[in-house]
């Protein structure tokens, strides 16, 4: 039996029959606007020959579209709950299948290995939004195989998470995705379109993952660590926060910036990712 899972009155009727009830702590926003999941579909450009990790299937609204497009869809669900109604809304499709867990302990290269082999894969998926940054990083740094991550996000992340790195929207974050991925908004979605309907509107975004990071690093932690620590304190120049940020003496920190010819007053959202290259190379060759 095929149900209309934009439907309020099958979406209750479905909750009902097996006691039910959204979990705010994890982030449960179902969409109800048929218009949502064809478009996240479409835009991130999967065919017949792909496979998708779904993170967070909810009762399969997007993961019943996403079996109709592509070769194989695995869905990662924490909340084992939402079984008895997957099992329902999802029994027409022999390309679906679903593990009960945390994405964020989840082996996504194994994963990748095991489900999908000769495939090329990518992940698809209304996010959680408690764990959009940690689930989007993990992805970007433990998910080795992935080709590209669509997914809805609020508002406000996409803007950070697509800004570009050096405007006044970027942050830690912006840079951090930007090294692994090219980031694009694609469209917004208003906060109706969700059940029940979350405070805020979200968009959906596409990571492209880069085969080479866009500028040469050798010391990645370092790396991540000089960009997390400049964009620590916001208000300060990069001198202080890198200073507390990195535990290191002012002295140090000035002397890497001026080795690198930046000036002391110099501030994170201001800087490049060529800039934090630079300033990482440097601060990897300073005597403290
Ligand atoms: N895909 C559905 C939709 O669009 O209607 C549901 C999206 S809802 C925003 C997020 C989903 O992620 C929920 O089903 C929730 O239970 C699940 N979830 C929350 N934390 C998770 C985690 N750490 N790992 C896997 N799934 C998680």
């Given at each position: 039996m095929q149900y209309d899972l934009t439907d309020r009155a099958t979406i209750e009727y479905l909750l009902?029959?097996?006691?039910?009830?959204?979990?705010?702590?994890?982030?449960?926003?179902?969409?109800i606007d048929p218009d949502v999941c064809p478009r996240?579909?479409?835009?991130?450009?999967?065919?017949?020959?792909?496979?998708v990790i779904e993170i967070g299937p909810g009762i399969g609204v997007l993961t019943a579209e996403l079996c109709a497009a592509a070769r194989k869809v695995v869905s990662i669900e924490i909340d084992?709950?939402?079984?008895?109604?997957l099992k329902k809304t999802l029994a027409d499709f022999d390309n679906s299948e679903i593990i009960y867990g945390d994405v964020l302990k989840t082996d996504i290269p194994a994963l990748i290995e095991e489900k999908f082999r000769g495939m090329d894969v990518c992940v698809c998926a209304n996010l959680p939004y408690y764990i959009t940054s940690?689930?989007?990083?993990?992805?970007?740094?433990?998910?080795k195989g992935l080709r590209s991550l669509t997914v809805m996000v609020q508002k406000e992340a996409a803007q950070r998470l697509c800004a570009p790195v050096g405007s006044r929207d970027s942050g830690a974050i912006t840079a951090a995705v930007n090294y692994r991925s090219v980031a694009e908004k694609?469209?917004?979605?208003?906060?109706?379109?969700?059940?029940?309907s979350p405070k805020v509107d979200s968009s959906v975004i596409k990571l492209t993952i880069r085969?080479?990071?866009?500028?040469?690093?050798?010391?990645?932690?370092?790396?991540?660590?000089?960009?997390?620590?400049?964009?620590?304190?916001?208000?300060?120049?990069?001198l202080?926060?890198?200073?507390?940020?990195?535990?290191?003496?002012?002295?140090?920190?000035s002397q890497a910036l001026e080795s690198c010819g930046f000036t002391a007053n110099m501030r994170a959202e201001t800087m490049t990712m060529?800039?934090?290259a630079a300033l990482t190379k440097a601060l990897g060759t300073v005597d403290n």
């Open positions: 009902g029959e097996h006691g039910f009830s959204f979990s705010k702590s994890l982030g449960q926003n179902f969409i996240i579909v479409e835009e991130s450009g999967i065919d017949s020959g792909w496979g084992r709950k939402l079984e008895p109604i940690p689930v989007i990083m993990y992805l970007l740094e433990k998910g694609l469209f917004d979605v208003g906060k109706n379109s969700f059940m029940p085969e080479k990071p866009p500028v040469d690093v050798e010391d990645e932690k370092l790396f991540f660590s000089v960009i997390k620590a400049a964009f620590g304190q916001r208000r300060k120049t990069a202080n926060s890198l200073s507390s940020g990195l535990s290191l003496p002012k002295s140090v920190i060529q800039d934090f």
